[in-house]
Nanobody, 123 residues
């Protein structure tokens, strides 16, 4: 069983930065993909970014390209999401996910999920 634990959420002002981290434990292999999704109040969960642990290949939602950077720490089966120039539209619960499939923006391709960490951006 894989367990994912997020950390690093908080409340910031527009233009500020935050760094989210996700630590994985359990049977996660180097070929896994790890990703971030977010869900704002009253909205569907949406893809943010993903990284393949083995190659470092990444994918980003258009809304965060140029502002967010996902990175991996293979030694510890962990990943981070550096979020710069945060905007109120980025306010959401952010979820870490891991999957044994393609580098994908589709939540159905991720088998394991963390409990989420809240990010609030005020104007």
């Amino acid at each position: 069983q894989v367990r994912l634990v997020e950390s690093g959420g908080g409340s910031v002002q527009a233009g500020d930065s935050l760094r989210l981290s996700c630590a994985a434990s359990g049977r996660i292999a180097s070929h896994y993909v790890m990703g971030w999704f977010r869900q704002a109040p009253g909205k569907d969960r949406e893809f943010v970014a993903a990284v393949r642990l083995s190659t470092g290949g990444t994918d980003y939602a258009n809304s965060v390209k140029g502002r967010f950077t996902i990175s991996r720490d293979n030694a510890n089966f962990a990943m981070s999401l550096q979020m710069n120039n945060l905007q109120p539209a980025d306010t959401a619960d952010y979820y870490c996910a891991a999957g044994n499939r393609a580098l994908s923006p589709d939540s159905v391709d991720y088998e394991y999920w963390g409990q989420g960490t809240q990010v609030t951006v005020s104007s």
